[in-house]
């Protein structure tokens, strides 16, 4: 039976309960339950809460770096003294949006990362004033589905916005050009650089085909999977040219790099602390989005330059004399990214995968297969390898596979054991770590019961 709709103040101070009472019982930080019982008491509640922001709904969506590009966009936001709300821990389901509203405490604007499924859903419920697009890669087959299913919900969803709204979306992404570019009001970013890109389609690719024709792309320049300088030679569609484009990017392994823009302000230098051609996307995606704002130009920058990494994507802890590295392994995509990014590094890699498939990390991990870990073994630096999680014996076999000798590997499904074998083995080192998402969450639930970090939901 449906419930009424309770008063809006009656509603959200039972939902605001129910958050205390989560946090207070160890259960979480309180993020999801309360919009999950305030959308069931008063149905209407995010789209009244949205409209009562004067400064309008920014929302962030993609497969990967969504999470990254919202802080860095906060960054900036906060620089211009703007009183944001956001769901700063992650969660980007209307649940989530839903809580991180109940506490917006008179802000001035919005800003949510989307889980790329609930992004439509919080286009209706939102109205935002600025979307941006960011990729489209294939995660999570048995939630989302085949990519064109996902792509498809995009389309519609991008059709039915107001014109008024600001779409910011990812050139070098075929699917989210084709999508976005029809908009009447739009900011197209992308990298340039050509000393990031390589000449072929990885295998792993995954938007290989025209949407309108499809016909196989031609690309030109590849950076990430199937990201870069395409077209279609049969019906003539083609990247469109970035409005705001990395027209350098220099990598410094995890110590970060240096990016230098063109955009319709004039150029941009920025210096970041992340690492890898997936965070130059993402501060170039931040810069446009920041552009599309009005905010100064000057100022984005300064406030990006300060920005750490977000809680597991490119994270460090110190644990003793070792320092870990956690870099969020979810898809073939980031994952083949994450390598290449390791590998930018000098010295042995001491490596710790962790392998889960829950409902929040995808029940199917033949993705695994996808992968390059042979390039880790090609290079013959992989020094120690140890694999966890509730799939760790799937991994191992995919390392073995790869050709990885498996009396030289640690197999411990308990995060805490096979954290304990890979420090064991890394000594006073680096060790990396490549957690599925659930599995980020273990491992930081040890690492906070250790006292060596804050509870996931605390924002940093």
């Not at 962030?60 to 802080?71: D, F, L």
């Not at 390598?339 to 490596?351: F, K, S, V, Y």
Request: charged fraction near 20%.
């Amino acid at each position: 039976m449906r419930v009424p709709s309770l008063p809006r103040g009656v509603a959200a101070g039972l939902a605001r309960g129910a958050g205390r009472l989560s946090q207070g019982l160890g259960k979480g930080g309180g993020t999801t339950l309360p919009g999950l019982v305030l959308n069931r008491l008063r149905p209407n509640a995010t789209a009244e809460m949205a409209g009562a922001i004067a400064g309008g709904v920014i929302l962030i969506s993609g497969t990967n770096g969504k999470t990254t590009t919202a802080r860095l966009v906060r960054a900036v936001l906060d620089a211009s003294g703007a009183k944001v709300v956001a769901n700063t821990a992650g969660s980007n389901l209307e649940r989530g949006v839903a809580s991180a509203l109940l506490n917006a405490g008179g802000a001035e604007m919005a800003l949510f990362e989307a889980d790329e499924a609930a992004l439509p859903g919080l286009i209706e419920q939102t109205r935002p004033r600025v979307v941006a697009l960011m990729n489209l890669f294939r995660d999570q087959l048995d939630r989302y589905g085949e990519l064109e299913h996902l792509a498809q919900r995009w389309s519609e969803a991008v059709a039915g916005l107001d014109p008024a709204t600001i779409v910011v979306y990812n050139a070098d992404d075929p699917a989210v050009a084709e999508i976005a570019a029809p908009h009447p009001n739009t900011v197209s970013y992308g990298i340039d650089d050509a000393r990031v890109g390589r000449d072929r389609l990885p295998h792993a690719a995954d938007a290989t085909e025209c949407r309108r024709c499809g016909t196989r792309l031609r690309h030109e320049m590849v950076t990430i999977a199937h990201l870069g300088r395409w077209c279609c030679p049969s019906c003539g569609l083609a990247r469109p040219q970035p409005e705001v484009a990395a027209t350098r990017v220099e990598l410094h392994g995890m110590g970060g790099q240096r990016l230098a823009l063109a955009t319709p302000c004039g150029p941009i230098e920025l210096s970041l602390r992340l690492p890898g051609t997936h965070n130059a996307y993402n501060a170039v995606a931040a810069t446009a989005t920041a552009l599309a704002l009005g905010l100064a130009p000057e100022s984005i920058g300064p406030a990006l330059a300060r920005r750490q990494a977000a809680f597991g994507r490119a994270e460090r802890t110190s644990v003793g004399d070792a320092r870990l590295t956690t870099l969020l392994a979810k898809n073939p995509a980031g994952a083949n990214e994450n390598i290449r990014t390791m590998l930018l590094e000098g010295g042995a890699l001491h490596l710790l995968v962790l392998l889960n498939d829950r409902t929040a990390d995808g029940q199917d991990v033949s993705w695994i297969w996808d992968v390059d870990y042979e390039l880790l073994l090609h290079s013959d630096r992989l020094a120690s390898l140890t694999v966890g999680g509730d799939r760790a014996h799937d991994m191992a076999l995919r390392f073995r596979y790869a050709g990885f000798d498996p009396d030289e590997m640690s197999v411990a499904p308990s995060v805490s054991a096979a954290l304990d074998a890979a420090l064991a083995d890394c000594g006073a080192g680096d060790l990396y770590v490549l957690p599925t998402y659930t599995a980020l969450l273990e491992l930081q639930a040890v690492l906070a019961g250790r006292g060596l970090a804050p509870a996931f939901w605390e924002d940093r």
